[in-house]
T-cell receptor, first 112, second 113 residues
């Protein structure tokens, strides 16, 4: 039972580059979300999805895009990376919004 | 608005009890959660409490909820080196049919041998 799988685990980008962080879950959860974790700031919600075809912005959405074409996958795209996007990114899924969240292992992104 | 606050650091001697505190502002919270994050890993649910409860005990863990003061605490009895981690509290807030999960800043628990 894989749970929530994120790839890659580590990534270094140059300013202006684009990339996609992958997230997949095998629990048939409707709700998926992306957070970034920065020291002293806890987890901040970037984008979320309540089901396939439906996405919405969280607390800090600027500079990020998401899509949800299937229940299983919820990729996060950085369109033009900036040093301020250096962070650890976590994908999470839950049966429905507000219930127990299952987290991936995280992606440590450094933008230079 | 919703705000969840925690102290950033806590140091405890091995074998003592650890008490991690959390305050929140939204009185409409339905569930309150404690998550544990070990180094280099994602968050894992440790325990939770429904908002109409005052206390929940689960082996070495005791959760206390004071709704009047909007204060949540997690007590870990007989703290071990394996308890070293960052602990996040989170509240679940109703939001027009979709509940919203808001996390605190996390408390880094360090165990002193």
């Amino acid at each position: 039972n894989a749970g929530v799988t994120q790839t890659p685990k580590f990534q270094v980008l140059k300013t202006g580059q684009s990339m996609t962080l992958q997230c997949a879950q095998d629990m048939n959860h409707e709700y998926m979300s992306w957070y970034r974790q920065d020291p002293g700031m806890g987890l901040r919600l970037i984008h979320y999805s309540v089901g396939a075809g439906i996405t919405d912005q969280g607390e800090v959405p600027n500079g990020y895009n998401v899509s949800r074409s299937t229940t299983e996958d919820f990729p996060l795209r950085l369109l033009s990376a900036a040093p301020s996007q250096t962070s650890v990114y976590f994908c999470a899924s839950s049966y429905r919004q507000g219930t127990e969240a299952f987290f991936g292992q995280g992606t440590r992104l450094t933008v230079v | 608005g919703e705000d969840v606050e925690q102290s950033l650091f806590l140091s405890v001697r091995e074998g003592d009890s650890s008490v991690i505190n959390c305050t929140y502002t939204d009185s409409s919270s339905t569930y309150l959660y404690w998550y544990k994050q070990e180094p280099g890993a994602g968050l894992q649910l440790l325990t939770y409490i429904f908002s109409n409860m005052d206390m929940k005990q689960d082996q070495r863990l005791t959760v206390l909820l004071n709704k009047k003061d909007k204060h949540l605490s997690l007590r870990i009895a007989d703290t071990q080196t394996g308890d070293s981690a960052i602990y996040f509290c989170a509240e679940s807030i109703p939001n027009f049919g979709n509940e919203k999960l808001t996390f605190g800043t996390g408390t880094r628990l360090t165990i002193i041998p």
